[in-house]
């Protein structure tokens, strides 16, 4: 079973899971705990290969966001939380998609920071230039690449830095099995274009995340139950550089939300 933790407001209280992207771990959450403890129980995770989880098992080669999906899935089971608002940044956000779509009765909001809904042509560029190389270059100059090209600006530091220095604990052979995910990006994300949840949805994006922010405005001006909320002079990463403001938004939408 993955690595958990929890705080518990009340028994009533509803729950709020927080799913890293890869390369992270539950971490990365540590300027949203505080602020919304306040009003949720909250479930943080560390997925598969990262923090304090146990990656897969020698002889298992590939992984699948199925597979991902039934890991949160058998937390959720083991807590008995029936339902939960799903919080996710990058990658994170496209494992509750298919979270959402797996097991849609289980899913009442999603906040969807960071989030990729397709890849542009530099994106993939990018993910065919590491597919290349992977097996000849170390996946820390791969994913420093990444990094940089992602959040380029000198504002963009901190979370480049915290998100480099986390998946420099991940092991050579985990940081492959969640590479080879990436070949699974483009016919996922296509699907979940074509079929756009009937769950309320808030989208958080920096002003200057360059890749994924037009990608996303396009996706939330078709859905009905989908808005977006864009942060000023932030990156990708927003739950870091613009912490204050994305815990804001993010509240205030989950606390609007009927019980």
Not at 111 to 129: C, P, Q
Not at 189 to 201: D, Q, S, V
Request: hydrophobic share 45%; aromatic share 12%; with cysteine.
């Amino acid at each position: 079973m993955l690595y958990f933790k929890t705080h518990q407001l009340t028994t009533e209280a509803p729950w709020v899971v927080f799913i890293h992207g890869a390369g992270g771990n539950s971490a990365i959450w540590y300027r949203q705990v505080r602020a919304f403890q306040a009003h949720f129980n909250l479930l943080l995770v560390d997925l598969r290969g990262h923090g304090r989880s146990p990656g897969a098992a020698e002889n298992q080669l590939n992984y699948s966001f199925d597979t991902i999906a039934n890991d949160v899935f058998e937390v959720l089971d083991h807590l008995k939380i029936k339902q939960a608002h799903f919080v996710g940044i990058s990658l994170g956000t496209i494992i509750i998609r298919q979270i959402a779509e797996m097991q849609p009765q289980r899913v009442q909001s999603m906040v969807l920071a960071g989030a990729i809904a397709k890849l542009d042509l530099r994106g993939k560029f990018f993910v065919g230039l590491g597919n290349a190389f992977k097996g000849v270059m170390p996946f820390m100059w791969l994913y420093k690449l990444f990094a940089w090209v992602i959040m380029p600006r000198r504002n963009h530091a901190e979370s480049r830095n915290f998100f480099i220095r986390e998946a420099q604990k991940l092991a050579q052979k985990e940081f492959l099995r969640w590479y080879k995910l990436t070949g699974q990006l483009t016919p996922l994300l296509r699907r979940f274009e074509a079929k756009l949840p009937e769950i309320p949805t808030l989208y958080v994006m920096g002003g200057e995340d360059h890749m994924f922010l037009p990608t996303v405005q396009n996706m939330v001006a078709k859905a009905h139950h989908a808005t977006l909320e864009i942060i000023d002079s932030c990156g990708h990463v927003v739950t870091i550089e613009q912490p204050q403001l994305f815990n804001e938004r993010a509240i205030r939408f989950l606390r609007q939300l009927p019980a």
